[in-house]
């Protein structure tokens, strides 16, 4: 199983040192020292993917938004990318941005205890509200439970560490405007914006936001290479695979989900021959139950299956 983490990503480093000599018009150019191998990135059937995805969307029972980008073809796609959309969990990759960001500036540190009391237990998903009061944990180890196991109580420690507002600011910052966080999980005492949460619950997005915040993590550009590197490193170990990775095996794909009982939400970076953004976002879904072949979910999963389709797996390699 490590072995084949560890080619998958391999694999994904040459693919990135290939993307960095790619011209305008998707093929790489040979480096000053004479590369004898060409990167060609193929391009997809978008007309055919789009008519599937509109087929999968149009099928759902509830309201359906996506927005798919190639990072090294240019191709895009989308549906209702505009439109506000409830985030769910999906919301903790911007706490985990914000975090890395404040580290980044050495007003934090991974290193910084986070006592665990009682008061600070939330049920649902994670861990740590079963475990001992006074528990010290650090900064990482929060922000590796709130993305791998989305881990609610560590998410609300990490929010009154760095505060809900900061998250809005750093979003902003990225020109992300529509995409913030309104209280602690489960906490809706705690809410900066209470109309906001009555509407969309924990966070708000829309589709082409948060596929621009997956793409600035690809790109090095949410914070900066090395903790961009590190959050898609956590990506990568989130053990939920119910949603857009659920009919997909051997493609690295760090992603994020988020589950409530009217919405489910995903956005992934899939490595295949390019780099595909993918992020889908559900919401007044008819079916809210918490069963594995939810209907959101399996719509989630056969979007999912469309995209890794669309495009080729194994980087195309030619002697120029």
Not at 7 to 28: H, V
Not at 202 to 225: S, Y
Request: some cysteine.
């Amino acid at each position: 199983m490590m072995a084949a983490q560890n080619n998958f990503r391999n694999a994904a480093a040459a693919l990135l040192l290939s993307a960095t000599l790619t011209n305008a018009q998707g093929t790489a150019k040979p480096s000053a020292a004479g590369t004898a191998l060409v990167a060609t990135f193929m391009r997809a059937d978008t007309a055919q993917l789009h008519r599937t995805l509109e087929s999968i969307a149009a099928a759902h029972r509830g309201i359906v938004g996506y927005s798919i980008h190639n990072l090294d073809t240019g191709e895009r796609l989308e549906r209702r990318g505009d439109e506000t959309f409830p985030t769910a969990s999906l919301i903790k990759v911007p706490i985990m941005v914000t975090v890395f960001d404040l580290v980044a500036k050495g007003k934090l540190s991974l290193d910084d205890p986070l006592t665990l009391l009682t008061i600070d237990k939330v049920g649902g998903a994670g861990v740590l509200y079963l475990l001992h009061n006074g528990l010290v944990i650090t900064v990482r180890d929060a922000v590796s439970l709130m993305i791998t196991t989305s881990d609610n109580t560590a998410t609300n420690l990490l929010l009154d560490r760095i505060l809900i507002r900061r998250v809005w600011d750093q979003m902003e910052a990225l020109g992300l405007p529509h995409t913030k966080v309104h209280h602690k999980v489960s906490t809706w005492a705690s809410s900066v914006a209470p109309d906001s949460t009555k509407k969309y619950g924990l966070g708000v997005t829309t589709p082409n936001e948060m596929a621009r915040l997956f793409e600035l993590l690809a790109r090095g550009k949410a914070v900066d290479t090395r903790s961009d590197s590190t959050m898609l490193a956590l990506l990568d170990e989130n053990q939920d695979g119910n949603q857009m990775q659920r009919y997909i095996a051997g493609v690295r794909a760090p992603h994020k989900t988020g589950s409530v009982d009217a919405s489910r939400t995903e956005c992934a970076i899939f490595f295949l021959q390019s780099r595909v953004v993918a992020c889908a976002l559900t919401k007044e879904n008819v079916d809210q139950s918490w069963l594995p072949d939810n209907e959101a979910q399996v719509t989630l999963g056969r979007i999912g299956d469309a995209v890794v389709k669309a495009w080729p797996r194994a980087p195309t390699l030619k002697t120029p």
